[in-house]
């Protein structure tokens, strides 16, 4: 299964919300980053003996390998381990190395989206139409996006699914389409405002629920602090996502393409 973070505008949580799902997914995971704006996971990640990550070995060392017209089969070349024995897939440093990498973005999303044995957590960053990373969220089971509580960021968001949803009817195929709120934990009202608002204007998708504000939880998550998090808000919000992400990516259309 290959599950696709994405976020409209701001910066609403997309990373911290992709890094905590990876690490609670109950079964073995890759953490890709796909953010062609420029990927956090290189820089904020350790290896499990405390070292830096290496950002060539990942999606660069992976589109250099599509670029050779080798179908990419095996993704494991191209991870690296984290503290606490995860897979990750490094990002770009920035949208500067997007260039050599576009034209095979779709051999990237067919190799994230055949892992037998494993699904793939990818954070595709902020979207728009026309970025590069558009074959990805198209290979998607699930492209969940992720919204602060904000009326203007509604608007984006709306859009956002819009568009996602014309390019899957277009093509026969593509991702089921969800949306967490990113909000403080009493908040209850958010999340069913905007499946109203979303339903009222005939937009497809489903808001799964909530990521809890958390600060201090994220802030470990960005390695600002440390301290245990299994127990926090952040981290239980996320587990709860975990089923309901099960039944939509059931919910796909067509099969991907394949490149
Ligand atoms: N659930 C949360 N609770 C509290 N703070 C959060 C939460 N999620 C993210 N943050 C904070 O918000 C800021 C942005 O988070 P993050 O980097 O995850 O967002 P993003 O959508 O990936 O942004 P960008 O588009 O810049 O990549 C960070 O300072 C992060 O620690
Ligand atoms: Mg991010």
């Known amino acids: 299964m290959l599950i696709a973070l994405a976020g409209a505008k701001g910066a609403p949580g997309v990373t911290t919300t992709a890094r905590v799902l990876a690490a609670v997914w109950p079964r073995p995971v890759v953490l890709a980053d796909c953010d062609l704006a420029g990927g956090d996971l290189a820089l904020l990640g350790r290896t499990p003996d405390g070292g830096v990550l290496d950002p060539d070995t990942g999606l660069l060392s992976l589109a ?4 050779r017209g080798v179908p990419v ?7 690296q381990q984290v503290e606490g024995g ?14 050599g990498i576009g034209p095979v973005m779709p051999a990237v999303a ?9 699904d793939v ?11 590069a990373v558009v074959p990805v969220l198209a290979a998607a089971d699930v492209v ?11 608007g984006h968001l709306r859009e956002r699914l819009r568009w996602m949803a014309g390019v899957r009817d277009a093509h026969g195929r593509g991702p089921a389409l969800g949306v967490v709120v990113v909000t403080t934990a009493p908040d209850h009202r958010s999340t069913k405002d905007l499946a109203q608002l979303l339903a009222h204007s005939g937009v497809e998708a489903d808001v799964l629920g909530r990521v809890a504000e958390d600060s201090r939880a994220a802030d470990v998550v960005a390695g600002r602090l440390q301290r245990g998090i299994a127990h926090s808000l952040l981290v ?8 309901p992400l099960h039944h939509l990516a059931a919910r796909r259309v067509g ?4 490149y």
């Open 73 to 79: 089969a095996d993704l494991d070349d191209h991870l």
């Open 110 to 118: 067919t190799a994230l989206a055949r892992q037998p044995g494993r």
């Open 64 to 67: 250099a390998e599509a670029r």
């Open 236 to 243: 239980r919000s996320v587990r709860e996502l975990v089923e």
């Open 144 to 154: 969940l996006f992720a919204v602060r509580p904000r009326l203007e960021a509604y």
């Open 255 to 258: 099969e991907p393409a394949t």
């Open 86 to 99: 995860l897979d990750v897939l490094c990002g770009v440093a920035g949208p500067e190395q997007v260039t």
């Open 121 to 131: 957590v990818v954070d595709c960053g902020r979207v728009a139409p026309g970025s």
